[in-house]
């Protein structure tokens, strides 16, 4: 409630209040009784309380900032020159050759999670159409080097990388069209 609205109140009950003193009252009842007459008779008294608020003037909400802009524009450049190396035809891995939805999975030897995260690829890859190129870190270490890639499973797809394992639904969701 705006402070004009609560004085044009105050004042009105103020002016009831001293009408109610100048008759001294015995107790308290007579001036809430005066009070409710007054307010009885000039409804218009209650009209600040019971009226919409304007709006009050103020600039737009600014937008919200991105704090992650930069390395988000630093991976997509990265994945553009990287590329040819990661989605081209012919490279080791499985699923159609001329899909269009395309994986990069590096894998380690010895990993319990890449054998499962390319079991999981495998269902998916035959399930939604999709090219998974496979690569071992330590055979392509260089190409994994410059991803900044240190862990497998990791996942490279043409507008994100995602490292470490990642549930089939997840993976799913990222390659949704």
Known sequence: MSNARLAAVAVALWLTAAQAIAEPPMT?????????????????????LSAPEPAPLSAPEPAPINLYADDIARDL?????????LFAPGLPGFGPEDATRRLALFTAPDCPDCAQAEAELRALAGRIGLRVNVFDLGRDADLAARLGLDMAPSYVLPDRLLRGAMPAFVLERYLAP
């Open 28 to 48: 308290r009842a007579p001036l809430g009784e005066a009070i409710r007459e007054t307010l009885i008779a000039t409804p218009a008294l209650l009209a600040p």
């Open 77 to 85: 450049d990265l994945l553009a020159r990287e590329a040819p190396h």
